[in-house]
């Protein structure tokens, strides 16, 4: 989009230099640029409704089932708004929509591309892992989207925002967004009901399917 308004924004100073010249306003040089800056313009006007966006969104919280006896096998990842560098997605517990897990938040430079992928627990042992393992008692390794081209250890981790998340993957039950800053809450609790529904999944199933696809 940005070079679609680049363009738009030269032919506008174009125009405006012909329309100094009188003889010059009805050559076909003109029609063309104004020809130009009508359809551009059509194009970029869908942008305009960024502007209406209210200053302040909150999406309904999520209540994880403890009862749940669902076992998952194909989670479904849809991410569905984004603003100022983040992208919101909804965590279902298959590819049916039936049961909603999580909100996630993602970098949206960083993230994964859409696609279908494999869910696991990595067994590297970085800082970082021995850093949750002290922190939360249920942990061992780190939840991983698998079989990324270009990506390497793309984690779930625990946070409430994207700016310094790399490609990770942020769980929690309700977001908040306030002048276009994205922010996951309850993240600590969220990511442990996950953390602990993942493990008992995985008992009876060496990896779970992932897809993960784009809405916004």
Do not use: C
């Amino acid at each position: 989009e940005y070079t679609k308004v680049q363009i738009l924004l030269d032919s506008l100073e174009r125009v405006i230099v012909l329309k100094n010249d009188s003889s010059l306003i009805n050559s076909k040089e003109y029609r063309v640029l104004e020809e130009r800056k009508k359809r551009l313009t059509e194009i970029l006007n869908p942008i305009e409704l960024f502007k209406k966006i209210p200053s302040e969104l909150n999406f309904p919280k999520i209540d994880f089932d403890d009862n749940d006896s669902e076992l998952w096998t194909d989670l479904y990842m849809e991410r569905f708004h984004f603003s100022n560098g983040s992208i919101i997605g909804r965590l279902y517990s298959d590819s049916n929509r039936r049961k909603l897990i999580s909100y996630t938040l993602e970098n949206y430079e960083k993230r994964i591309p859409m696609g279908e992928y494999t869910l696991q627990f990595s067994k590297q042992k970085t800082s970082l892992t021995e850093i949750y393992q002290r922190r939360y008692p249920y942990f061992d390794y780190f939840p991983m989207v698998s079989s990324v081209p270009n990506y390497s250890s793309v984690y779930f981790l625990v946070g409430s925002s994207a700016d310094n998340s790399g490609a990770a993957i942020l769980l929690g039950n309700e977001i908040h967004t306030k002048d276009g800053h994205n922010r996951i809450q309850n993240s600590n609790v969220t990511y442990k009901n996950f953390y602990l529904k993942l493990s008992e999944n995985l008992k009876n199933n060496n990896s779970i399917s992932i897809t993960i696809v784009e809405t916004f």
